[in-house]
Every structure is written in structure tokens, then in C-alpha cells.
Nanobody, 119 residues
Framework: QVQLVESGGGLVQAGASLRLSCAASGRTFTSYYMGWFRQAPGKERERVAT????????YYGDSVKGRFTISRDNAKNTVYLQMNSLKPEDTAVYYC????????????WGQGTQVTVSS
């Protein structure tokens, strides 16, 4: 089992950067595929970025390509989401999630961290 705790959210102006972190408990972090998702009020949850267990390859949603970067540090049991050139439409609660392989749904979810981008 994996427990996930996100941090790093906040209120920033458009054009600013933020780095989200997701700390995972457990000794099997290196076995998990990790993902960042977000959900804005009144909208469906959106997959933002994913990374495989060894650190690559990665996936990015069209809305964040070229601005966001997902990475992981397996020695620290942490996955990151570097967000640059933030836009008001990036405002959402951001969640990290974990799964053992790509054939199953994401099994474990964090509690989320709020990102608010003002114009």
C-alpha cells in the first residue's frame, strides 16, 4: 500500500511558476507508475502528466505540454510537477496518484493541493 501527500500549491499570478511535490510512503515506491491529475470546479478530472516507475517515458496533457515537467526521485520517494508559465485556466486542485502498472486504474490518491492562478 502507498500513502501519498501533496504539497507546494498556492496562489500565484499568471506567468509564475510552482513546483508541486508528492511524497510517498512505503518501500515499493520504485514499483509504481505515478501521475498528476487536476480538477477544477464544475469540470471533470483531467490527467496532467504521468511518469513510469524508472523515470521515463512521460506523458503530458495537451494543455500543459511545454510548460509542465514531471519527474521523480526514487531515493526520496517523491514525484514532482514543475509548472511554469502558469495560466488562470491551470487553477484546480492537483492530485498525485499511483498504480502498479498501466493495465489498471490508479489505485492510490493523495488528498490534493490547491493551485490558484490569478490574472
Amino acid at each position: 500500500q502507498v500513502q501519498l501527500v501533496e504539497s507546494g500549491g498556492g496562489l500565484v499570478q499568471a506567468g509564475a511558476s510552482l513546483r508541486l511535490s508528492c511524497a510517498a510512503s512505503g518501500r515499493t515506491f520504485t514499483s509504481y507508475y505515478m501521475g498528476w491529475f487536476r480538477q477544477a470546479p464544475g469540470k471533470e478530472r483531467e490527467r496532467v502528466a504521468t511518469i513510469n516507475s524508472s523515470g521515463g517515458p512521460t506523458y503530458y496533457g495537451d494543455s500543459v505540454k511545454g510548460r509542465f515537467t514531471i519527474s521523480r526521485d526514487n531515493a526520496k520517494n517523491t514525484v514532482y510537477l514543475q509548472m511554469n508559465s502558469l495560466k488562470p485556466e491551470d487553477t484546480a486542485v492537483y492530485y498525485c496518484a499511483a498504480r502498479m502498472n498501466t493495465r489498471i486504474a490508479y489505485e492510490y490518491w493523495g488528498q490534493g493541493t490547491q493551485v490558484t492562478v490569478s490574472s
